[in-house]
């Protein structure tokens, strides 16, 4: 994954505006890391596969960026975006990695469903 150009991000996420994308949202804040503080509450949330039609979609913000993407009766974002990569079927993937490299957030948007 290459850091955040933004204009160049932003272009490629108004390439999926208008049309029925599906999207994956995830954020973690430990999931993938080993954590022995006690008392340390992991928490994240997971969206896998979801058919979303937004009608405006903006990257803002110095890194990490924020992404939304706005909906008819509301709005998805990811706030703490720094990497992005358009892979070889044309999705955009987008993460938030920490000062370690581990993943934060991810949001990806693909005009297919992503594999299990």
């Not at 108004?14 to 928490?43: C, M, Q, R, W």
């Not at 079927?89 to 469903?113: C, F, M, N, W």
Request: aromatic share 12%; charged share 20%; proline share 3%.
């Amino acid at each position: 994954m290459d850091i955040v150009n933004k204009e160049y991000v932003q272009e490629v996420i108004t390439s999926f505006a208008n049309k029925d994308v599906y999207i994956h949202l995830e954020t973690t804040n430990g999931s993938y890391a080993s954590h022995f503080k006690e008392g340390f509450l992991n928490a994240g949330a997971f969206l896998r596969n979801l058919v979303v039609n937004f009608e405006l979609g903006k990257i803002v913000g110095d890194s990490p960026h924020r992404v939304g993407l706005k909906l008819p009766a509301g709005w998805v974002y990811a706030q703490g975006i720094t990497h992005y990569e358009v892979d070889e079927y044309g999705r955009l993937l987008l993460a938030g990695l920490d000062h370690e490299g581990k993943l934060s957030v991810a949001l990806q948007i693909s005009e297919t469903p992503f594999k299990e």
